[in-house]
């Protein structure tokens, strides 16, 4: 018996009912970004090896998908570098491609290659596949999609308002409840000064960007593993623990941050922020996390997160400003700003709280039975009209048995059947059967038409 095929783990096939689900997912927020001015395009699965790595720290050049040279990659090496201990030079031969990881990176790349091409500042998105070798579990998966939107050539903090508002606005049409976290570098930046650690920033946000997942505990025991002194992680915790409102945050981090010069710039970035979104009257809650510290090393400004809270998950909206990205392709002084919206746990998380509209997940909208040659040249003149006014529509291809062709709009959950036998084409009309109902009408295509509008 032939072994039964699969797929790799961390990816997954999507069926025609999940593919609608996804699609009204990528839909709206393809609609969102329009509405706020930003453009689509897109950029190859795999790019230079050299264009992705070291761009996402040490922890994140090792989950880059390397891809094999074509051809005899194996040119020129030595048996003995085969067995040695130097794999990441090696790899570094045998692979000068990998897929993507992100799609920033991508499109810091795109922005400086085509930068004579752009007018400043430049709205774009783009909702493509990346490729992660994590370690694969609920809600993370080794391929999945980002929508993502960034703006380049503005340091504008209205920029940061605006990444807000569409993701209060797409959550809010998907009916998500979520909290908006918010949080800025250059606070992290401070705190670190302020406690004598200006060097273990990247050590410092990456553990307390744990906090949820590992608990206090487990990221002292981190902060400590990373060489911070005691005296340091104990100045820490208050800072870390700090609750109240968002305006008594910032309050105590001006106090402790007072002597920071780069931590009070932070400061007064995040307080425009959530002065303006308190003005615009965003309709999920908005909070000041100083835990919050996004893994990747390039941000340099405000960083964002978003939380559903109705399910148990993790962050299904990420971003940040990144001042510097653009310098590593020899283009320094654009400063960017973005959001990613994870679709593939936004797809769980819908799928969870069963928040689909009926419509978006439903197939064809009424299905004409087949009986015979001369009813189905029949019906695909009147299919012509029909879909003409825009309503999903098929025939059966087979004249096959009348509760065979009952059973296939059954599994399709068709709503309405089509039914035309002699004495429908004699008069010029058609039987539509409601498929919940039961109920039957004899009707002409224009009524039939008007029935299925309403």
Not at 173 to 193: D, H, M, P, Q, S
């Amino acid at each position: 018996m032939a072994t039964k095929p699969s797929i790799p783990k961390g990816t997954r096939d999507f069926s025609p009912v999940e593919m609608a689900k996804r699609n009204y997912i990528f839909d709206t927020i393809r609609r969102v970004y329009a509405l706020y001015g930003f453009q689509q395009i897109e950029t190859p699965a795999m790019e230079n090896l050299s264009t992705l790595m070291g761009k996402y720290g040490e922890e994140g050049d090792k989950l880059l998908f390397k891809i094999l040279n074509s051809g005899n990659f194996l040119s020129g090496v030595e048996a003995e570098e085969l067995n040695g201990e130097g794999t990441n030079k090696l790899a570094a031969r045998l692979c000068e491609k990998g897929l993507r990881y992100d799609l920033t990176v991508p499109f810091a790349r795109y922005v400086v290659q085509h930068r004579e091409e752009l007018t400043m500042p430049f709205k774009r998105y783009q909702i493509q596949p990346v490729w992660r070798a994590d370690r694969p579990q609920k809600g993370r998966y080794r391929e999945f999609y980002q929508c993502d939107a960034d703006i380049v050539g503005s340091d504008s903090l209205l920029n940061e308002v605006e990444l807000m508002q569409i993701v209060d606005t797409v959550f809010s049409k998907f009916g998500i409840r979520v909290c908006i976290k918010i949080n800025n570098r250059k606070i992290l930046t401070g705190i670190a000064e302020m406690i004598g650690a200006a060097d273990k920033i990247v050590d410092i946000t990456v553990a307390i960007d744990k906090l949820d997942k590992i608990g206090l505990e487990k990221v002292n025991e981190e902060l400590a593993a990373a060489g911070l002194s005691a005296d340091a992680i104990e100045q820490l915790q208050p800072i870390i623990t700090m609750n109240g409102s968002n305006a008594d945050k910032l309050s105590t981090m001006r106090q402790v941050l007072s002597a920071s010069e780069i931590g009070m710039k932070g400061i007064e970035e995040c307080a425009f922020v959530f002065d303006t979104l308190q003005q615009l009257g965003l309709k999920n809650e908005v909070e000041f996390d100083l835990t919050l510290a996004r893994g990747l090393n390039y941000y340099t400004g405000c960083i964002f997160e978003v939380k559903a809270l109705d399910v148990q998950i993790g962050s299904i909206t990420g971003g940040g400003r990144y001042d510097n990205l653009t310098g590593i392709f020899g283009m320094p002084g654009l400063s960017g700003v973005g959001i990613s919206f994870g679709a593939d746990r936004i797809f769980d998380v819908l799928n969870q709280l069963d928040l689909y509209p009926k419509e978006t997940i439903t197939g064809i909208e009424v299905l004409f039975v087949n009986f015979g040659a001369t009813e189905a040249a029949y019906c695909m003149s009147l299919l012509t009209k029909v879909r003409a006014t825009g309503i999903r529509s098929e025939i059966y291809p087979d004249t096959a048995k009348m509760k065979k062709q009952m059973a296939y709009a059954n599994a399709k959950q068709v709503p309405y059947v089509v039914l035309v036998g002699e004495n429908e084409m004699n008069e010029g009309k058609l039987t539509l059967k409601n498929m919940t109902t039961g109920e039957q009408q004899l009707l002409s295509v224009e009524e039939m038409i008007a029935v299925l509008r309403s």
